[in-house]
């Protein structure tokens, strides 16, 4: 159990991050492969990539360097996942490479003591073998993350957008008191199912990131060291992909969509692009409450949205499939 405590000055520093980090999706992508728990929801990913790795000659890489490095333990060094994750890949890997050699070999010597490292890891103080290792994360990252990118950051945005409407509707106490199972919010602590054994973290004002991640399954994750940033990787939403909001989309493509979906069905789809409550959608499409579940249902059926509880509204989202089809529409519309 991790016990994150709360100063007032950081309720209100806390803050979901903007993107998916891909750092974190690496680590917690490679703890898939060292465990059966919730197998059955990586299944194809796991299948796909296990061949992938294999034909790119990556196997022995994974087995050799990432695993022994990413181990599903109490602990793996900060230092692989510490980096920025709005910026994208090449940020967090420029900071590997950016990490002093003193750190490195202080979470390297943690590793060994904690859980055992390969006796080449003491090396990686060395910059020339960040760099090698930079080089298999980014291949890793081609293989294993990049193709899956779109439902990576669908399920991501789902997320994010059930804790900013928790927030706007019960400020803090919804934007953590909702995030799910693995974390329980009794102000002013955050009780956080752990895989190390029971752990204090005090934010002392600094605030906290949330970072949702795709492949983190039931048990969030942090930095270890309590002077870093504090941040909590935690597990998205399971479900349906819901991508972001698409802002190619014409004005009005409910005009094409209506002889496609009726009328009311193509509101409630475009509705659900911004994310919308079945009371959100009966009032954008002119319907009653129990029309427009019916109308939610049967586009949820046909796999172009998705519908997620937050307290006692359902929020419904798009899916990779429904925001093609608006995008679709909204080509067929401007032209």
Not at 83 to 90: Q, S
Not at 175 to 195: I, K, S
Not at 259 to 286: H, N, P, Y
Request: some cysteine.
């Amino acid at each position: 159990m991790l016990r994150i405590h709360f100063q007032d000055a950081d309720l209100g520093a806390v803050r979901v991050a903007a993107a998916p980090n891909p750092l974190w999706e690496i680590a917690t992508s490679l703890h898939r492969f060292q465990t059966r728990a919730g197998r059955w929801a990586y299944a194809d990913w796991h299948r796909t990539v296990r061949v992938r790795l294999r034909e790119q000659g990556l196997d022995r890489a994974l087995r050799t360097i990432l695993l022994p490095l990413f181990p599903r333990a109490s602990y793996f060094p900060d230092f692989l996942t510490r980096g920025p994750g709005v910026e994208g890949l090449d940020a967090g890997l420029d900071t590997i490479l950016a990490t002093s050699a003193r750190r490195v070999s202080r979470e390297v010597a943690t590793l060994a003591r904690r859980v055992g490292a390969p006796p080449w890891a003491a090396r990686l103080t060395e910059l020339d073998e960040r760099r090698e290792l930079v080089r298999v994360l980014r291949a890793y990252h081609e293989a294993g993350i990049a193709p899956y990118a779109e439902g990576i950051r669908a399920r991501f945005d789902a997320e994010r957008m059930l804790r900013c409407r928790g927030f706007v509707h019960d400020g803090v106490d919804g934007l953590l008191g909702g995030a799910g199972p693995p974390m329980r919010w009794e102000r002013p602590v955050l009780h956080v199912d752990y895989p190390a054994s029971h752990r204090d973290l005090r934010l002392d004002g600094r605030g906290l990131t949330l970072v949702p991640t795709y492949f983190c399954w039931r048990t969030p994750n942090s930095l270890a060291d309590p002077e870093l940033p504090p941040v909590l990787c935690y597990p998205v939403l399971r479900g349906a992909d819901a991508p972001p909001p698409d802002p190619r989309l014409a004005d009005d493509p409910t005009v094409p969509l209506a002889a496609l979906l009726g009328r009311t069905r193509a509101m409630a789809l475009c509705a659900a692009a911004d994310g919308a409550t079945t009371g959100e959608i009966a009032r954008a499409a002119g319907v009653s409450a129990a029309s427009a579940s019916r109308h939610a249902t049967a586009l949820r059926d046909a796999g172009l949205i998705t519908s997620s509880r937050h307290a006692t509204s359902v929020l419904h989202t798009l899916t990779p499939a429904g925001a093609s089809v608006l995008r679709a529409a909204s080509r067929g519309n401007a032209s």
